[in-house]
């Protein structure tokens, strides 16, 4: 009898070690050189999965303002300073776990520009009560939201209409947080190579400069059209 006691005990004992503990993640996603991606910009959609069998976790969009400038791109910091603060944009949520937990977290940024979007991951291990909050789990997205405003998209031009033939090609052009690029501001215009490649039946045809105007954000060239046909224009 004593015997089955001690195996009585042991029994319960891993019971309650395999309860479900709702462990807290905080998430947020920051612009490659700029501030954090919230919902101006539609925010980024984030995924939680167990990284062992793809079950998902967790789902939701980062909310809240993109953060404040001057502690993230002018204040120097120090180790285990957060950039973030109460307002500044984030997705939040409680995972139940049971064990140790290997997570894969994804997002998609940014949620309103899905010409510009890209997707980046990283994984980490969850344990059940350690919560991940301050800045939490930060991605970093590369990259710039362009939209190309002219030509439209299928736009029939007639040659006769071009003054001297010279098509105006414009773009907006704003960090992925959607911060502000100006000339000479604190995302430089002059610092950046913004160039439209032209193409014709897949053949690259030539490369024009685009410069920034007397309007934030907004660049411009021209390009000389040689003949009538079928083009296609990438603005990068």
Known sequence: ?????????????????????????????RAKDAK??????GGSYITVRNAENDELLAEGYTEGSTGNTTRIMSQPYTRYDDLADVNTAAFRTEIPLKAPTLVTIEAQAPGHHRQARVTVSTQVWMIPGRDIVGDGIVLEIPGFVVDVLLPRQHQFISLESLPNRLLPIRANM???????????????????????????????????????????????????????????????
Request: aromatic share 8%; hydrophobic share 45%; net charge negative.
């Open 174 to 236: 704003v960090m992925m947080c959607g911060c502000t690029i100006s000339d000479g501001g604190l995302w430089n215009a002059r610092e950046m190579e913004v160039t439209a490649i032209i193409t014709r039946d897949g053949e690259q045809l030539r490369s024009v400069p685009m410069a920034i105007g007397d309007t934030d954000n907004l660049f411009e060239g021209e390009w000389m059209v040689d003949e009538p046909g079928t083009y296609q224009i990438t603005v990068y």
């Open 1 to 29: 009898m004593k015997h089955l006691l001690l195996a009585f005990c042991t029994l319960l004992f891993l019971t309650e070690i395999a309860a479900q503990t709702n462990t807290m993640l905080t998430v947020r996603t």
């Open 36 to 41: 954090f991606i919230g919902s101006s910009m």
